[in-house]
């Protein structure tokens, strides 16, 4: 016949106040507060006054029940708040302190918290009633051995289930354990793909970019050393691109960098243009996404075609969603595909937008005839 509100903190139960109607799912619903876990043990009073109101009828069908029940409920509510405050009051006294205790010692101490509760309340509450021969049942030997009873046999299933309840906080804390080191190795994995990607793709493009520098030192100076003013610009936006918080600004940087070293590579065979809302600059992406389907445009449309041709880089917000578009007028889905090309740069990228947005992400790739458009649709991040 009494409430109990332990001192078990948030760290342990996830937010919740250690209330034992906390055991049931639906209570679990309400945010802890001080006003709730009141009214949660008045619900905890009430259903231990319908419970030996009952008994007591059984017993004793002489009494009325209204005469009954008011006992019942001033008793067991002098109980059941004289034990809440009390664990409150350790609960301000100690804090989390207690946690740190082997799970015995506290099983004790919730122990005598409720039975002294139980004794205290039992005598506030025969004191309210005016009810002397309770105070002297109390005192007797029968009265106290019959109260103490009752107190440890309601402390045990009390502490039984907060030790259930522990168990089930620690196996949540745990399987939250595993699932942050799960997904930590999985953004590792996929960093690591993604520098081997840059692996592969940047030896090829600095030995390039430097045979063409040699080839202009003699002939054409100026433009050899513009060459290299541009691959240091680009190598130095490569060396943060890998950043997993990339954005789309950062990406079009790095991407500009890019295409002027290849435009003074291949001359007036090769136009690019960018066009992006500064509203999407700011919005996150994953590093690598554009770079290489602009690689792909250039080196499979665009360096084949004799007259060579340009390629656009356009993006734009529909509603929760962000299409990226790669578009060159170069030679075609069919003859990249009779070149011998294995699409093993597209299929890569299709897997990791695959695997990063378990989904919510697309890649389509359409003939415009002539030339390409490979166009990424991804969630986009809020404005």
Request: proline share 4%; charged share 20%; glycine share 8%.
């Amino acid at each position: 016949m009494h409430a109990l509100s332990s001192p078990s903190g948030q760290s342990r139960t996830g937010g919740r106040s250690g209330h034992p109607l906390e055991a049931i799912a639906f209570f679990r619903r309400f945010p802890a507060s001080t006003l709730r876990d009141l009214v949660y043990t008045l619900i905890w009073n009430t259903g231990f006054v319908i419970v030996f109101t009952v008994l007591s009828l059984l017993l004793d069908d002489k009494t009325p029940l209204l005469h009954t029940l008011w006992i019942n409920f001033v008793i067991a509510n002098c109980i059941g708040f004289t034990i809440h405050f009390a664990f409150r009051t350790g609960k301000v006294l100690w804090g989390d302190a207690l946690h740190k205790l082997p799970f015995a010692v506290r099983a004790l101490y919730y122990a005598g918290i409720s039975v002294m509760g139980v004794f205290a309340g039992y005598w506030v509450g025969f004191t309210l009633l005016d009810l002397g021969g309770g105070k002297r049942w109390m005192l007797s030997t029968q009265g106290s051995i019959s109260i103490l009873l009752f107190s440890l046999i309601i402390s045990l299933f009390i502490a039984s289930m907060f030790y259930a309840r522990e168990r089930q906080a620690t196996a949540e804390a745990d399987f939250q354990r595993e699932r942050a080191r799960t997904e930590a190795a999985e953004r590792h994995a996929k960093v690591a793909q993604l520098k081997l990607l840059e692996a592969q793709v940047e030896p090829h493009f600095l030995y390039n970019t430097l045979a063409n520098v040699i080839s202009l030192i003699d002939s054409q100076p100026g433009t050899a050393k513009h060459m290299v003013e541009r691959l240091i610009d680009y190598l130095r936006r490569a060396a943060v691109a890998g950043d997993v918080e990339a954005t789309l600004g950062t990406q079009l940087a790095l991407l500009r960098a890019y295409l002027d070293l290849i435009v003074l590579r291949m001359g007036s065979r090769l136009t690019y243009h960018i066009d992006v809302p500064d509203a999407l600059m700011t919005q996150a992406l994953p590093p690598m996404l554009l770079q290489p389907l602009v690689e792909n445009a250039i080196k499979h449309g665009l360096e084949p075609k004799v007259e060579g041709g340009g390629v656009v880089v356009s993006a734009r917000r529909e509603g929760d969603r962000l299409l990226l578009r790669v578009s060159d007028d170069g030679l075609g889905v069919r003859s990249t595909r009779s070149s011998g090309s294995t699409g093993l740069g597209l299929a890569n990228l299709r897997d990791r937008l695959s695997s990063m947005y378990a989904g919510r992400a697309r890649m389509t790739l359409e003939d415009l005839a002539p030339g390409t458009r490979v166009t990424l649709e991804l969630p986009a991040t809020p404005a």
